[in-house]
T-cell receptor, first 110, second 115 residues
C-alpha cells in the first residue's frame, strides 16, 4: 500500500532556478512530514520537516509547504545549486509509523 | 555525519540462512527504526524500538525481528532468508518515537545480497 507517493521519478532544473518536488499522501493520521536527501552510498540525510499544524516551514533555501485538505506537500529549493543534485524522499509520520515515498532524483545543471 | 553507524557494510548470504545486522545509534537517542530499501524504491518501515520495546511494525513477517540495547545499539535479525530480502537495510535513530515530532538520523546502511 503506497500511502506516500512521489509521482515524479526525476526532475532536471537549471542552476539558479527553483526546484519544486511534490509528494502526496493518503492517510489522514499522518501528522508530521519530513524531507530527506540521499546521495549514493549514504543513508538519507534530514533536510526539513513540517508539523500538520503548520502550512509552511522555511530554512534557508528550502521551504516545505503543506496542504492538508489536498493531502499534498511540496519542497521548494531556491536558488537551486549543482550540489543539490541527489534523490529526495518525502516521509510522513504517524504514531509508531513512518512511510516514505519512492523518491525523486533531482539534477541541477550548471 | 549523523553519528549513526551500521555493520557490516555489505553481506552475502544464501537462501534459508539467518542474518544479524547491527546499528549504533546517536548517544541519547532512545528510539531506533529499521527500514528495508529495495532498488529504486523508498525505505520501507520494518519496525521501531523505543526504550528497548518494539513500538510499531510495518508489513513484514515475524521472521524479521529486532533487539535494542541500553547502550544505544540495536540489531535486526532475519531468519529463513529469501531472495527478495536482498536490499539495503537502514537504521535510523531519534530522541523520540515517530509521530511525536522526532527527526530520524540514518546510518549509511548494510547492503544484503541473498543468493
Amino acid at each position: 500500500d503506497q500511502q506516500v507517493k512521489q509521482n515524479s521519478p526525476s526532475l532536471s532544473v537549471q542552476e539558479g532556478r527553483i526546484s519544486i518536488l511534490n509528494c502526496d499522501y493518503t492517510n489522514s493520521m499522518f501528522d508530521y512530514f519530513l524531507w530527506y536527501k540521499k546521495y549514493p552510498a549514504e543513508g538519507p540525510t534530514f533536510l526539513i520537516s513540517i508539523s500538520s499544524i503548520k502550512d509552511k516551514n522555511e530554512d534557508g533555501r528550502f521551504t516545505v509547504f503543506l496542504n492538508k485538505s489536498a493531502k499534498h506537500l511540496s519542497l521548494h529549493i531556491v536558488p537551486s545549486q549543482p550540489g543539490d543534485s541527489a534523490v529526495y524522499f518525502c516521509a510522513a509520520s504517524a504514531p509508531n509509523d513512518m512511510r516514505f515515498g519512492a523518491g525523486t532524483r533531482l539534477t541541477v545543471k550548471p | 555525519e549523523t553519528g549513526v553507524t551500521q555493520s557490516p557494510t555489505h553481506l552475502i548470504k544464501t537462501r534459508g540462512q539467518q542474518v544479524t545486522l547491527r546499528c549504533s545509534s546517536q548517544s541519547g537517542h532512545n528510539t531506533v527504526s529499521w527500514y528495508q530499501q529495495a532498488l529504486g524504491q523508498g525505505p520501507q518501515f520494518i519496525f521501531q524500538y523505543y526504550r528497548e520495546e518494539e513500538n510499531g511494525r510495518g508489513n513484514f513477517p515475524p521472521r524479521f525481528s529486532g533487539l535494542q540495547f541500553p547502550n544505544y545499539s540495536s540489531e535486526l535479525n532475519v531468519n529463513a532468508l529469501e531472495l527478495d530480502d536482498s536490499a539495503l537495510y537502514l537504521c535510523a535513530s531519534s530522541n523520540r518515537p515517530s509521530g511525536r515530532g522526532g527527526t530520524q538520523y540514518f546510518g549509511p546502511g548494510t547492503r544484503l545480497l541473498v543468493l
